[in-house]
């Protein structure tokens, strides 16, 4: 096996011609240059340098030897300037995690900000049920998830990122849609379009009729929350989406949404990552602009104040 340290002594040498040379660059003496080299030439079996008077050559066999060992050394350089180059944030990427909803209203948001920040940083966006993307934590897949919060795992870390209040629709032609509220079990025999398992809207649901010992009427499940508000503006179903994916339809009155009597469901929105396991640059410095943002977002108000002016300005945006 070649010992990397003696090719190193010998490129130096063969680079520069001159031991001497070859012992200042590699701060060690002339003396352990020539031992090193005597070394690696019997290992070898080969005459590496011919000597004419005080000028040193290559031999045919150090010749050869030299232009593997100059690739070898120029790719060296390189690992060096890509290594230091992702420790400042100028190459790498960042594997996220989140939910095909929250890829659509306010991830957008989350990843411009970090680009400002870190434009050389490529982002891999994971989208998924809730219960998906923190498999996919568990997995290794991603590194950061940004998801409700459906279950406790002992091997992930969850910070507190924003509450999601989730709101009724229905058709406004919709004979229930003109009541003040509505209570579970008038919601009963309604026919429901729900979130798919595993995502945080349906555990919300299922446990907002279950604590009434009912269950809702499922017609259709999907993930497709475009596809959910389509279907109740057409009068198929009602559903349950958090306010902030059917705010522009219930202003525009293309739905109505219907307090539930008694109830306020929301779902807790977490920035989730693994505990004990070491983040990457660019996932260390995400995780970092959300706490900042929680800590010093507009008039320090927090992550839920950050987040309630990005969607004024977001939802005027598109009227």
Not at 154 to 176: A, C, E, G
């Amino acid at each position: 096996m070649i010992n990397l340290n003696q090719l190193r002594v010998f490129y130096e040498a063969a680079r520069t011609g001159s031991f001497t040379s070859a012992a200042k660059k590699l701060c060690i003496t002339q003396p352990a240059v020539t031992a090193q080299i005597r070394t690696f030439e019997d290992q070898c079996d080969l005459k590496l340098f011919k000597k004419k008077g005080r000028s040193l050559y290559l031999s045919e066999e150090g010749s050869t030897l030299y232009e593997y060992a100059r690739r070898i050394f120029e790719y060296e350089r390189e690992v060096e300037d890509v290594i230091e180059e992702m420790r400042k944030l100028k190459r790498g990427t960042l594997r996220l995690g989140t939910s095909k909803a929250y890829a659509r209203y306010f991830m957008p948001f989350l990843i411009s900000s970090f680009h400002e920040a870190f434009p050389l940083i490529k982002v891999h966006l994971d989208e998924g049920s809730s219960m998906d993307i923190l498999r996919s934590l568990l997995d290794l897949k991603n590194e950061v998830a940004v998801i409700a919060r459906v279950e406790e795992d002992p091997n992930i870390t969850f910070l507190p990122f924003k509450r999601d209040q989730l709101v009724l629709i229905l058709s406004p032609t919709h004979s229930l849609a003109k009541k003040k509220s509505l209570s579970v079990e008038e919601l009963v025999h309604e026919p429901m379009i729900m979130k798919e398992i595993g995502s945080g809207t349906r555990k919300q649901v299922n446990e907002l009729f279950s604590r009434k010992g009912l269950a809702p009427k499922v017609l259709m499940e999907t993930s497709n929350t475009e596809f959910i508000k389509q279907l109740v503006q057409r009068g198929e179903g009602i559903s349950f989406l958090v306010e902030e994916a059917v705010a522009v339809e219930i202003r525009e009155k293309r739905l109505a949404a219907v307090p539930v009597a008694g109830e306020n469901p929301f779902l807790d929105v977490s920035i989730a990552y693994l505990k004990g396991q070491h983040l990457s640059h660019p996932a260390r410095a995400f995780v970092d602009m959300l706490e900042k943002m929680a800590t010093q977002g507009p008039r320090a108000g927090g992550m839920q104040k950050v987040m309630a002016e990005y969607f004024a300005q977001w939802q005027g945006g598109r009227r």
